[in-house]
C-alpha cells in the first residue's frame, strides 16, 4: 500500500501538552494526518485528531487504532510518548520516600508503549514504509530523576531494539530518540521573573517541536532501514538532517556530559 504525502498518517500519544503536543503540531505543519491522544485532550483547530485516550485502559487504546484503520485504512507513523510523570520526579529523596505512584511510568510509559506497539502493526505492516519512533532520554543510562524513570526510558529503547528483530522484512522501522532539554511551557513557568535565566537555559535546550521534525525527517531518510533498532539522540539525528531549531540554532548533544545510548547485541534467541 503507498502512502503520498497527502494521506501520511500518524498516531502521537500523550500529546495533550509538552512534548507530545510540540511533536504533533511539527508533523501536522509537514503535512502529516495525525491522531493526538490524551486523557483530557482537546481540538485545538489546527487540524489534528484529538482522540480521549488514557493508555492504562487497553481497550480505549484498542478502539483509538480500531477508529485509525476504520477512518485512514492504516498508519504510516507511531510517537509513543505518553507517559504518567508525577509531580514529585524531580525531588531529591530517595526513591522509597517518594510516592509509590512514580513507579506509574512503568504502566503508562513503558506498558503503554508496547500495547499501542501490538495494536498498530497490523496498520503498519504492508505499507511502503512505517515507523515506530519512541521519545526517551539519557536517563535510560544515567541516573536520572530516580530508579522508575531510568527503567522507563532503559524499556522503551530495548523496545524499539527487540522490535525491530521482529518487523526484520515487514518495511516497518523502530527507533528510540533521547530528547534534550526541553522548553516546554511547565518548564518556562519554573523561570518566571527570571528571563535571563530562562534565555541562558534555552542554549542548551530544545522545543517540543524540534523532536517532531527530526520525526519526519527520519521517516522520509531512503537509508531509514539503517537505523532501525536504534537509539539516536536528537540533536545529533539534527546534524545527520540538517535541521534548525525555531530560533535557527542547532541544539547541543550532551553525549560527553550524560552518557551515550547501549549498542544492542546482534544476538538473537527465539
Not at 481497550?59 to 487504532?65: M, S, Y
Not at 514529585?88 to 504502566?107: I, N, Q
Request: hydrophobic residues 40%; negative net charge.
Amino acid at each position: 500500500m503507498t502512502s503520498d504525502d497527502d494521506s501520511r498518517v500518524a498516531v502521537v500519544t500523550g500529546a495533550s501538552r509538552g512534548a507530545g503536543r510540540g511533536i504533533a503540531n511539527a508533523l501536522l505543519a509537514s503535512g502529516w494526518r495525525v491522531y493526538l491522544t490524551g486523557r483530557t485532550i482537546t481540538d485545538t483547530g489546527d487540524g489534528g485528531i484529538a482522540v480521549t485516550v488514557d493508555h492504562r485502559d487497553d481497550a480505549q487504546v484498542a478502539a483509538l487504532f480500531e477508529r485509525v484503520a476504520d477512518e485512514s485504512g492504516g498508519l504510516d507513523l507511531l510517537v509513543n510518548n505518553a507517559a504518567a510523570i508525577h509531580d514529585e520526579l524531580t525531588g531529591s529523596e530517595p526513591f522509597w520516600r517518594k510516592p509509590l505512584t512514580l513507579a506509574d511510568v512503568l504502566d503508562v510509559g513503558l506498558r503503554s508503549s508496547y500495547v499501542a506497539s501490538w495494536h498498530a502493526a497490523p496498520l503498519m505492516v504492508g505499507r511502503d514504509r512505517a515507523l515506530i519512533a519512541f521519545t526517551s532520554s539519557p536517563g535510560s543510562v544515567c541516573y536520572m530523576h530516580g530508579p522508575a524513570y531510568g527503567a522507563q526510558k532503559a524499556g522503551v529503547d530495548k523496545l524499539a531494539a527487540d522490535m525491530a528483530v521482529d518487523f526484520k522484512g515487514t518495511g516497518v522501522c523502530t527507533v528510540s530518540i533521547w530528547m534534550g532539554i526541553l522548553l516546554t511551557d511547565k518548564f518556562r513557568s519554573a523561570f518566571d521573573g527570571h528571563p535571563e535565566a530562562l534565555a541562558k537555559t534555552a542554549q542548551h535546550a530544545e522545543t517540543p517541536e524540534f523532536t517532531g521534525y527530526l520525526i519526519d525527517a527520519l521517516y522520509r531518510d531512503p537509508v531509514l532501514a539503517e537505523l532501525t533498532g536504534q537509539t539516536v539522540i536528537g540533536a545529533e539525528l539534527a546534524s545527520r538532517y540538517g535541521i534548525t531549531d525555531a530560533d535557527g540554532r542547532q541544539p547541543p548533544s550532551h553525549r560527553d556530559a550524560l552518557g551515550s545510548p547501549r549498542t544492542p547485541s546482534a544476538v538473537v534467541i527465539r
